[in-house]
């Protein structure tokens, strides 16, 4: 661990600028082998807080800034966390009309999350003023993350800032390459890492958890954390070596507690009716029971406290909060009657959707999650236009949450954070398991369409997408459950509960989801409320997640479809792929794409080339397909002297008929070799557009193709001569394109 501070620098500086930036500061680490500097004084001045980090070549702007006041008439914390991709940091100009930056990137979305989640539950619980984290990317090192970059400025910023806080947090991200643990790998060793692990923590412990790893174990894992933990430690010296030197003094704020008082009274007059209330396993009921409840406490306390029905969301929320955590914590009871490690009743389907590619409904008690697969070519996969090398995407997981799926009455939105969060979280999962381009060259997209939500719809999400992949054919590795471990914590006491519900989320402290084979996990996301966990309470969440995600792979996925089908949906695209010279692909083309457009309208085919030579054909009929790859071949394959082509004729010459056996493939059948006896016009054997069978015999030192129907009549079809001819064919010197006689010699064959 290398860090220290100094004072401006970069070269001399004027006696003005040195005025001007009299407050910049530089103080430096090493990280990972590379220097990471954090620069303060100097940029975005007006924030309560801010800092330019700069990880190698990577540079992100990070500022805190908050209100002077509270926002009135909520009862929640209203931060925003915006990582801001900016495309001059890879040096591109944004695609688009516009030609600027647009809405954020899926990336960038899910980038902010991951930082939001460490730094959310470390602000005061009361805290009702807006704070705002922008995260503005400026320079990307691709060796450099400037994800993890910018979760250390957003703590920096926050730490010297005067906005409340009882961070700093820092974090990593770990790679397993060739067995061993890698602080931030470089790009050359993410590609070949079993692990994308990012941890986030304090100094004591560990707040954030997000992983997508090739199927590593329990152990593997909990290492992995448990090593990113100890450079998050020494991060944190680091980050507190500069709040002690330039740190802010905590601005003092309204409080938004709840007034205690009024709380006390409520809760002794409906106690016993929200506990009879909470009491059941149906969401619905549970709902219908509060109606009666809140009406109650409106009539009993509004002359005493006018304001209590604009407030009644909040004070429902910590009554059966207070009551649900007491169960749990005391009485080992949950909810809706389950043991602490009990899997709610399950359900499993397939095939629900006969049009679709493949389809799988999973239920898990109220929750019921919809996945419907579909196929397409390698042309329909997504490309992405963001600040990371990964321009193109085969695998596709969207998440869809409406309204009806939790009995609520609202308009269908765009996808917000959350749907594009769980959607990812799911692709991440699955990931790991899919066939290779190789194995399988198609673009693959999942739809979870959530049909009923009573808690861990992104778990449902996995299982279902399993179910409709297997049931669309694709050959995927392994099938993937996900489950949720949840977390009660009072004190030193604790309890961890595995498959938690719509209400142990709210009101418990931790969501642990992990996806896996039972081989090992494939994706890990953490969401926290309390300060931290333990590696005790790791243990225990990886132990009892491992248990449940292999019962629900044996007892319920498996005996509804035990492998990937063999054979496609007849409604999916067919796809083939051949292997040809690199230096063919512009025949395969053709002159203004005129050559592949017409093998995709005969033959009703899509064609994909890589830069490679390989070839994707695909289409709904395989005779199609099988067709488009033949044609494909002749006109990758130079033609073979002695074998044998079904062409069309496409000019009449007075010296012979052109043919041609390939699209943009041409070959002469000279006049004396049309037929088996001696011809005396070519309109007196073909006529353009006739199909024929020529023999290749010979290709000259121009690669001029000379072909012949006469031996093909012979040795085909059996015809017996009537004539003879000199053997060696013979091309004229060149075409006459005004079909013209020409003297004698143009009538005998090239030799």
């Not at 390459?177 to 079993?194: C, F, H, L, M, W």
């Not at 409520?266 to 969401?283: I, Q, S």
């Not at 679709?356 to 042309?379: D, E, I, K, N």
């Not at 290749?696 to 085909?716: F, P």
Request: one cysteine or more.
């Amino acid at each position: 661990m290398i860090f220290a501070s100094r004072v401006a620098g970069g070269g001399v500086k004027t006696e003005e600028e040195k005025s001007m930036f009299e407050n910049y500061r530089v103080f430096e680490y090493e990280l990972a082998g590379r220097p990471l500097k954090i620069e303060t004084g100097k940029l975005a001045g007006l924030a309560n807080g801010s800092c330019l980090v700069r990880y190698g070549d990577t540079a992100i702007l990070a500022t805190a800034t908050a209100n002077a006041k509270p926002r009135e008439g909520i009862d929640f914390l209203p931060l925003s966390v915006d990582f801001e991709e900016r495309q001059y940091s890879v040096g591109k100009i944004p695609g688009g009309y516009f030609r600027r930056e647009g809405k954020p990137s899926e990336k960038a979305i899910l980038t902010s999350r991951v930082i939001d989640r460490p730094i959310r539950p470390l602000f005061p619980k009361d805290l009702r003023n807006d704070v705002s984290l922008n995260l503005t990317v400026m320079s990307v090192d691709n060796d450099c993350s400037p994800e993890i970059s910018a979760m250390l400025g957003a703590s920096i910023a926050l730490s010297i800032s005067d906005i409340p806080w009882n961070g700093p947090i820092a974090g990593v991200f770990v790679g397993l390459v060739d067995g061993e643990y890698v602080i931030n790998p470089t790009a050359a060793q993410r590609e070949k890492s079993r692990l994308e692990l990012t941890v986030a923590g304090t100094a004591e412990k560990v707040v954030m958890i997000e992983a997508g790893a090739k199927e590593v174990s329990d152990d593997e894992m909990y290492d992995g954390i448990m090593l990113a933990h100890e450079e998050i430690k020494k991060l944190i010296v680091f980050i507190n070596s500069i709040v002690s030197e330039i740190g802010k003094p905590k601005f003092g704020y309204q409080s938004g507690e709840f007034d205690h008082e009024m709380f006390d009274k409520v809760f002794d007059f409906c106690e016993k009716d929200v506990m009879f209330a909470l009491d059941t396993p149906d969401k619905t009921v549970r709902d219908e029971r509060m109606v009666p409840i809140k009406d109650a406490i409106v009539e009993r306390f509004s002359g005493e406290y006018p304001d209590i029905d604009s407030r009644m969301e909040e004070l429902i929320y910590k009554i059966q909060k207070k009551i649900v955590r007491r169960w749990l914590i005391n009485d080992k009871k949950r909810v809706d009657g389950r043991r602490m490690d009990e899997i709610r009743p399950l359900a499993a389907e397939v095939d629900l959707l006969p049009r679709a590619h493949g389809s799988g409904l999973f239920t898990r008690g109220q929750t019921q999650v919809l996945t419907v697969a579909t196929l397409g070519t390698l042309g329909d996969q997504q490309m992405l236009d963001g600040i990371d090398e990964e321009e193109s995407k085969r695998y596709m997981h969207h998440y869809n949450m409406p309204g009806y799926s939790t009995g609520e009455a609202k308009p269908v939105r765009s996808p917000g954070r959350r749907e594009i969060g769980h959607g990812a979280l799911a692709e991440r999962s699955l990931v790991p398991v899919l066939p290779s381009v190789e194995e399988f060259p198609y673009a693959i997209r999942c739809v979870s369409e959530v049909l009923s939500s009573n808690g861990s719809t992104s778990q449902a999400s996995v299982c279902g997408s399993t179910l409709a992949l297997m049931a669309a054919g694709v050959p995927i590795k392994a099938p993937v459950a996900g489950i949720s471990c949840g977390l009660i914590t009072e004190g030193d006491r604790w309890m961890t509960m595995v498959d938690i519900q719509g209400l142990e989320d709210f009101y418990g402290d931790m969501d642990f989801k992990v996806a896996g084979t039972k081989k090992g996990i494939t994706a890990i996301q953490m969401d926290l409320k309390v300060h931290g966990l333990t590696p005790e309470i790791i243990k225990e969440a990886f132990a009892k997640t491992h248990k449940a995600r292999n019962y629900i792979l044996d007892e319920i996925m498996l005996p509804v479809i035990s492998e990937p089908r063999k054979q496609l949906s007849p409604y999916a695209p067919k796809m083939l792929t051949l292997q040809i010279d690199p230096d063919k692909i512009g025949d395969v083309i053709g002159k203004g794409g005129k050559v592949i457009q017409e093998i995709q309208n005969t033959y009703d085919v899509k064609i994909n080339i890589e830069e490679d030579g390989r070839v994707f054909i695909s289409g709904i009929d395989m005779d199609k397909c099988n067709g488009a790859v033949e044609v494909v071949k002749l006109i990758a394959t130079d033609p073979e002297v002695g074998a044998f082509y079904n062409g069309v004729v496409t000019r009449l010459m007075s010296f012979g008929a052109f043919v041609e056996i390939a699209p943009g493939k041409e070959g002469l059948v000279h006049i004396s070799r049309l037929d088996v006896k001696r011809t005396e016009r070519v309109e007196d054997v073909v006529n353009v557009g006739d199909s024929v069978v020529v023999k290749c015999i010979e290709i000259d030192d121009q690669g001029r193709i000379n072909l012949s129907r006469r031996d093909a009549l012979i040795e085909l079809e059996g015809m017996t001569p009537e004539n003879e001819i000199d053997d060696t064919p013979r091309r004229p010197r060149r075409d006459d394109h005004r079909g013209h006689d020409r003297d004698r010699r143009d009538r005998r064959p090239r030799r």
